[in-house]
């Protein structure tokens, strides 16, 4: 049981570049998060879904899309990356609220340097 | 607006020298309060979840509590290996986390 995985760990983009950032969990959880980490700034929520084919905008989704083709699977994408997109990428992923295992769990991470 | 403050941004400890972190929030309706332990490089790891005013949790040398306004983190006789930052995170609806911007703890042999 891997929980919550995500590749790559690390990257560099130069300006204008487009990536893709994949995250994967085997716990069978209908909700799934991108969120960005940034020096004292706490997490921010990007996009998140709540099932397979859903998504919908967090606080930050400027500059960010997203797809949530199967369930385990959540993708982070960079259409064209800029120097303000350069921070620590967390997925998350749980249970609806309510349920057993509602917690969010995070995954190891992506840090990402665009210059 | 959804706030959620945690202080002090840094606290370093001696081993064996307990102390409390803060974490004070502003929200529309509490659905929630978390607190996640965070080490250098690493994603958040979930420690304890606070739903009513009044409700605690322990785990080994961590002490959660909940007030209608605040929650604190209390740490017993820390050890090195209670190092690390520490976020709270309030849930005002059914997805949403608004987190802090951690506190970080370093506890020195």
């Known amino acids: 049981n891997a929980g919550v995985t995500q590749t790559p760990k690390f990257r560099v983009l130069k300006t204008g570049q487009s990536m893709t950032l994949l995250c994967a969990q085997d716990?069978?959880?209908?909700?799934m998060y991108w969120y960005r980490q940034d020096p004292g700034m706490g997490l921010r929520l990007i996009h998140y879904?709540?099932?397979?084919?859903?998504?919908a905008k967090g606080e930050v989704p400027d500059g960010y899309n997203v797809s949530r083709l199967k369930k385990q699977n959540f993708l982070l994408g960079l259409e064209s990356a800029a120097p303000s997109q350069t921070s620590v990428y967390f997925c998350?992923?749980?249970?609806?609220?309510?349920?057993?295992?509602?917690?969010?769990?995070f995954g190891p991470g992506t840090r990402l340097l665009v210059l | 607006e959804d706030q959620v403050t945690q202080s002090p941004e840094a606290l370093r400890l001696q081993e064996g020298e307990s102390s409390s972190l803060n974490c004070s929030y502003t929200?529309?309706?509490?659905?929630?309060l978390f607190w996640y332990r965070q080490d250098p490089g690493k994603g958040p790891e979930f420690l304890f979840t606070?739903?009513?005013a009044g409700e605690e949790k322990e785990k080994e040398r961590l002490k959660a509590t909940l007030t209608k306004k605040e929650s604190f983190l209390h740490i017993t006789a820390p050890k090195p290996e209670d190092s690390a930052t520490y976020l709270c995170?309030?849930?005002?609806?059914?997805?949403?986390?608004?987190f802090g911007a951690g506190t970080t703890v370093t506890v020195r042999a």
């Open positions: 998350a992923s749980s249970s609806p609220p309510g349920q057993k295992q509602e917690t969010q769990y």
């Open positions: 716990m069978n959880h209908e909700y």
């Open positions: 879904s709540v099932g397979e084919g859903t998504t």
């Open positions: 929200v529309s309706g509490l659905r929630g």
């Open positions: 606070l739903y009513s």
């Open positions: 995170a309030v849930r005002p609806n059914d997805y949403k986390l608004s």
